[in-house]
Nanobody, 123 residues
Framework: VQLQASGGGLVQAGGSLRLSCAAS????????MGWFRQAPGKEREFVAA????????YYADSVKGRFTISRDNAKNTVYLQMNSLKPEDTAVYFC?????????????????WGQGTQVTVSS
């Protein structure tokens, strides 16, 4: 499984970005998907996760109400819509795939990781 994240960039505080993660796998719908991020000098942290069907989602408290995770199994793609961005959202964002039904916040449960896309929010 290969994951290709895209959509990062530079945006002003209060702005929006939509990240995409395309998976090269025929059985994409068997995978729960997640987004994590890592800021300079900090550990990687959970952002959002979605079940294989899209019916269940989890969010970190820091992004709840501002970020939305979704997926399109026909396109083998998961999305992260990020609104009301803050400077503290600046990080490299990674998508990950876990061969399981339910979403999880645990990074060790994910089997595959993408290469990351940089998000920079200016104040």
């Amino acid at each position: 499984v290969q994951l290709q994240a895209s959509g990062g960039g530079l945006v002003q505080a209060g702005g929006s970005l939509r990240l995409s993660c395309a998976a090269s796998v025929r059985t994409f719908s068997r995978y729960a998907m997640g987004w994590f991020r890592q800021a300079p000098g900090k550990e990687r942290e959970f952002v959002a996760a979605i079940s294989w069907s899209g019916s269940s989602t989890y969010y970190a408290d820091s992004v709840k109400g501002r970020f939305t995770i979704s997926r399109d199994n026909a396109k083998n793609t998961v999305y992260l819509q990020m609104n009301s961005l803050k400077p503290e959202d600046t990080a490299v964002y990674f998508c990950a795939a876990a061969l399981r039904i339910s979403p999880t916040t645990n990074p060790t449960a994910y089997d595959y990781w993408g290469q990351g896309t940089q998000v920079t929010v200016s104040s």
